[in-house]
């Protein structure tokens, strides 16, 4: 565009003001230059093609947009006067084009021939503000709306993000029974413990008194220690109603979407995340949807957010947040009185997996991409794409055994010398970006080292840790390890009134008693020895397993999590 052009252009848009009319003079002006652009729409001499063209918006031009030939990493991005360049082209390329900026809608999703010079987007800016009346669409199609994410995102044949999303944890957050039972105060047949008793004192009011265990008691609950209030756990584990009513919403008695956990349509109206800047955490009081940003959209229109820039045509847009770890931080960094309780981001923030340059973020291994080519059905208008943009949406967790088992790395020597078997231990942290275990501190890990001689015989313990009482008293065939040699991982928490410990109920006020799980690159060591009381052959089983909870938490709740098996070793001196 010549420079008279483009000085003509600037002074329009200094003088004009009404809405719409600098737009029409701006597609005039395209239309006369594009002729005069150094290159040909049908050249017949085998140069590659360009494709070029504005985007503007009612305002007038849009600077720093991203045009993009959808479904590739081919884009461009506009110059002051809205307009970019693609080039490379082949004279037979052709090219579906969109076009993004930030604070916009995507526009484009249509069709052109490579060696088109006037292609145009208006963009439209996304609403202002978060429409608090706004219904949630259902993920489910049973639901009888076309835009219920079933609908499109699920396929017979493949699994594409609602088949994914139906077999992962935040699907069942709502329904989670470990949490409603923990909620309530109750086992998994719906025996409920009885209230809380309190006792009182002149200096501090009223306090908890420790439970009578006995056969009415059935675990600690949210609901037996605070009777007249719902708390704070539907902010993370049930946020479509509680993102109105963060401290007034129960958990256990929902319906409709809202009993879907944390399903499609909330993850996508995520818009930013509000975090400290001081320490890049959440703030202290702003659990789960507290810490978000969201854009529910007002009257008939809509509002999805994602991690791609041209999903067009349609009601969505792009936001960077889904790509970054941030955004799995509102629910998961937690403090209770003044005591963090849970923060695998917070883990992940201090660790070297959270170098920009170097590190990965949680939907690295959380939301591994690759499976699959598309993320809509085919017959849903979806598009293929590069398998290593589209991220899974399984999410694997602490309930997945094939994360859990490479998670970690245990190197194991044993030797005998001088009537005494001698086994050094190393469990580094190798391959996960935060503690192991992480976030609920009921979650722990058991190391049990045995020494056992040629007919089976337990050989006599002679140094080394011991494995405590909470790990179950009894059968060591049921799962009771206590006072075998070995060692606990957890973070241990005490019941400040009571004197509980470790205490699963940490909505009171506790204590932080200890925390020795490992952290991200680091390595523990431990030492055991044993007397050698066998001139035949001495085997030694090292076992680290992981335990959803307490063992006699588990027995009170009913809960039959079997636990799993992270390492196994075995050396035969």
Not at 363 to 388: T, W, Y
Not at 535 to 541: E, F, H, Q, R
Request: proline share 6%; aromatic share 12%.
């Amino acid at each position: 565009m010549g420079i008279f052009h483009i000085r003509i252009m600037n002074r329009l848009k200094k003088m004009i003001t009404l809405t719409g009319v600098f737009s029409i003079i701006l597609q005039l002006l395209v239309c006369c230059e594009m002729d005069k652009l150094p290159y040909d729409k049908n050249p017949d001499d085998g140069r590659e093609l360009s494709i070029s063209g504005y985007v503007f918006d009612s305002n007038g031009s849009v600077e720093d947009a991203v045009v993009r030939i959808q479904c590739t990493e081919i884009s461009a991005r506009t110059d002051s006067f809205g307009y970019f360049l693609i080039n490379g082209l082949n004279i037979d390329d052709k090219l579906r084009l969109t076009a993004w900026a930030y604070g916009y809608y995507i526009a484009g999703g249509k069709n052109y021939l490579a060696g088109t010079d006037s292609v145009q987007f208006q963009l439209t800016p996304l609403l202002e503000g978060d429409n608090p009346d706004y219904k949630w669409l259902s993920s489910y199609s049973s639901q009888n709306n076309e835009l219920n994410c079933e609908n499109c995102h699920s396929d017979s044949n493949e699994s594409l993000p609602f088949d994914e999303w139906i077999l992962d944890a935040h699907s069942q957050s709502a329904g989670n029974i470990r949490f409603l039972n923990m909620y309530l105060g109750t086992d998994v047949i719906g025996n409920k413990s009885p209230l809380t008793r309190f006792g009182y004192n002149r200096d501090y009011g009223k306090f908890p008194l420790p439970p009578v265990c006995d056969d009415t008691w059935f675990g600690p609950g949210y609901k037996l220690d605070f009777p007249d209030t719902e708390g704070n756990c539907a902010t993370c584990h049930t946020p479509l109603t509680a993102i109105n009513d963060p401290y007034g919403t129960d958990p256990s008695e929902l319906d409709g979407a809202a009993s879907e956990g944390i399903n499609c349509d909330f993850c996508h109206k995520i818009w930013n995340v509000k975090l400290n800047p001081e320490n890049g955490l959440p703030f202290e009081n702003r659990p789960g949807i507290l810490s978000y940003e969201f854009k529910r959209p007002f009257n008939d229109h809509q509002f999805f957010a994602g991690p791609f820039d041209d999903v067009a045509p349609g009601e969505d847009t792009y936001t960077p947040i889904q790509k970054e770890s941030a955004y799995c931080a509102p629910c998961h960094f937690g403090k209770f009185w003044e005591v963090e309780i849970y923060n695998s981001y917070g883990e992940w923030l201090d660790s070297p997996y959270s170098d920009p340059e170097t590190g990965q973020t949680c939907q690295d291994c959380h939301m591994p991409p690759g499976l699959n080519d598309r993320f809509a059905s085919i017959d849903a208008g979806g598009k293929v794409r590069e398998p290593s943009k589209i991220f899974s949406h399984l999410m694997p967790g602490s309930r997945d055994e094939t994360l859990l088992k490479n998670a970690l790395t245990l190197n194991a020597m044993a030797v005998r010398k001088e009537g005494e078997i001698s086994v050094q231990i190393e469990i580094t942290n190798d391959k996960t970006g935060h503690h192991v275990p992480t976030d609920s501190p009921l979650r722990h890990l058991i190391l049990i080292v045995e020494a056992r001689d040629s007919k089976g015989n337990l050989l006599t313990q002679n140094s080394g840790s011991i494995i405590p009482e909470w790990c179950g008293v009894g059968d060591l065939e049921q799962g009771n390890y206590s006072g075998y040699p070995g060692k606990v991982f957890a973070k241990i928490l005490k019941d400040s009134w009571t004197g509980l410990q470790p205490t699963a109920a940490y909505w009171n006020k506790i204590q932080l008693i200890s925390d020795n799980r490992i952290a991200a690159n680091q390595t523990d060591y431990s030492s055991f020895t044993f007397k050698d009381s066998s001139s035949n052959s001495v085997d030694i089983y090292i076992k680290l397993i992981y335990r959803r909870a307490y063992k006699q938490l588990m027995d009170w709740k009913g809960w039959t999590d079997p636990d799993i098996i992270m390492v196994e070793k075995f050396i035969r001196l």
